[in-house]
Structure formats: C-alpha cells, structure tokens
Nanobody, 123 residues
Framework: VQLQAYGGGLVQAGGSLRLACAVS????????MGWFRQAPGKEREFVAA????????YYGDSVRGRFTISRDNAKNTVSLQMNSLKAEDTAVYYC?????????????????WGQGTQVTVSS
C-alpha cells in the first residue's frame, strides 16, 4: 500500500488548507484512514481518523471543531479540511492506513504511512 499526501503549504493564521492523501496498491475501502502530525521536537500526534465506511470520524482535542476528515472510496483518497488555522497547527502532516473496519486512534495501529506534507501557519 502506497500513500501520497499533498496539499500542504504556508498559510496565515485564521486561514484554511485542504490536505489530501492518495492511496494505491490495495483496496482502499478495506482500510480505516487517519491523519497525524509532528511538530519539531514533539511526538507524532493524532489529528483525525475515519472508519472504512466513512460513517464515523474522530478528532484530536486540539483540532475538533476546526478540522474535518473525509474520504472518497471511489477516488481512493482521504482528505483533511483545516479551517481557522493557528500557529500551533504548524507541523508535518502524515496520512496513514489501518487494515480494519473501525477508525484507529493510536499511531501504532497503523500499518502504512505516507511521506508527510508540511503545513506552516504564520501568526
């Protein structure tokens, strides 16, 4: 399974970005998907996750209400809409795939990871 994340960039505080992750190499609908992020000097942090049917979504406390995860099983992509961005959202964002039905909230549950895309929010 290969994951390719894209859509990162530089944005001012209060702005929005949309990340996407293209998945190939296996049946996308077999995988629950998640987004994590890692800022310099910090642990990789859970951001959002969605089960393989797309009917349930979970968010980290720091992004709930501002970020929205979605998936398109026909296009083999998972997206992360990020609104009201803050300087503390600055990090490398990673998409990840977990072979299972339900959303996974722990990074060790994910078998496959993308290469990451940089998001920088200027204050």
């Amino acid at each position: 399974v290969q994951l390719q994340a894209y859509g990162g960039g530089l944005v001012q505080a209060g702005g929005s970005l949309r990340l996407a992750c293209a998945v190939s190499g296996h049946t996308f609908s077999s995988y629950a998907m998640g987004w994590f992020r890692q800022a310099p000097g910090k642990e990789r942090e859970f951001v959002a996750a969605m089960g393989r049917t797309g009917t349930s979504a979970y968010y980290g406390d720091s992004v709930r209400g501002r970020f929205t995860i979605s998936r398109d099983n026909a296009k083999n992509t998972v997206s992360l809409q990020m609104n009201s961005l803050k300087a503390e959202d600055t990090a490398v964002y990673y998409c990840a795939a977990h072979f299972g039905i339900l959303a996974a909230l722990e990074r060790q549950e994910y078998e496959y990871w993308g290469q990451g895309t940089q998001v920088t929010v200027s204050s």
